[in-house]
T-cell receptor, first 116, second 116 residues
Framework: AQTVTQSQPEMSVQEAETVTLSCTYD???????LFWYKQPPSRQMILVIR??????QNATENRFSVNFQKAAKSFSLKISDSQLGDTAMYFC?????????????FGKGTKLTVNP | GAVVSQHPSRVICKSGTSVKIECRSL??????MFWYRQFPKKSLMLMAT?????????EQGVEKDKFLINHASLTLSTLTVTSAHPEDSSFYIC????????????FGPGTRLTVL
């Protein structure tokens, strides 16, 4: 069964600095998709970044980038120039396809606080 | 683009009554929608997958007769909590599958259900 592990329950960073959130996953599939979602205090889940497993190039979205290590089954999120609005829960997710259905499997989340 | 709305945002009901929550994809058609439940400070738990025009697929342990799901159109799915009890109090979130082929999901803002 696919599992997603986020080993950092909480992290904090100073405004304008860089922080990296870790995520590892377990799967026997060779082709899959990985995502990072952000859930701010409003509780609206927001897609931050996505990565296709067959693409070696790491995905980047403005200040957000990933370090995708397929062999190590690692998918960390780097936030550069952290802003106060980045304060949120961050969930790593794995897209599981099974029998024609698709499911997102979420990690337990990392609570990130950006301090002024 | 890819906006999902959810209504109501908050609902309080008496024990034994039924509550309907609507999930709409506003600017795209969603053949597949998902319903999640989120407990305080926890990750999202998938309850069911809703496909337009067919019966929903429920996750193990989710009562089909208590959580009725209808996906009658390409932009609307509803979740009805029947004969609600205090233990059904939770934050319910819907999502709609995007159209990019990567399987990303776009989430509604959630509904806070309180059963007295």
């Amino acid at each position: 069964a696919q599992t997603v592990t986020q080993s950092q329950p909480e992290m904090s960073v100073q405004e304008a600095e860089t922080v990296t959130l870790s995520c590892t996953y377990d799967t026997s599939e060779s082709n899959y998709y990985l995502f990072w979602y952000k859930q701010p205090p409003s509780r609206q889940m927001i897609l931050v970044i996505r990565q296709e497993a067959y693409k070696q190039q790491n995905a980047t979205e403005n200040r957000f980038s990933v370090n995708f290590q397929k062999a190590a089954k690692s998918f960390s999120l780097k936030i550069s120039d952290s802003q106060l609005g980045d304060t949120a829960m961050y969930f790593c997710a794995f897209m599981k396809r099974q029998g024609g259905s698709e499911k997102l499997v979420f990690g337990k989340g990392t609570k990130l606080t950006v301090n002024p | 683009g890819a906006v999902v709305s959810q209504h109501p945002s908050r609902v309080i009901c008496k024990s034994g009554t039924s509550v309907k929550i609507e999930c709409r994809s506003l600017d795209f058609q969603a053949t597949t929608m998902f319903w999640y439940r989120q407990f305080p400070k926890k990750s999202l738990m998938l309850m069911a997958t809703s496909n337009e025009g067919s019966k929903a697929t429920y996750e193990q342990g989710v009562e089909k007769d208590k959580f009725l799901i209808n996906h009658a159109s390409l932009t609307l799915s509803t979740l009805t909590v029947t004969s609600a009890h205090p233990e059904d109090s939770s934050f319910y979130i819907c999502s709609a599958r995007g159209t990019s082929g990567m399987g990303e999901q776009f989430f509604g803002p959630g509904t806070r259900l309180t059963v007295l």
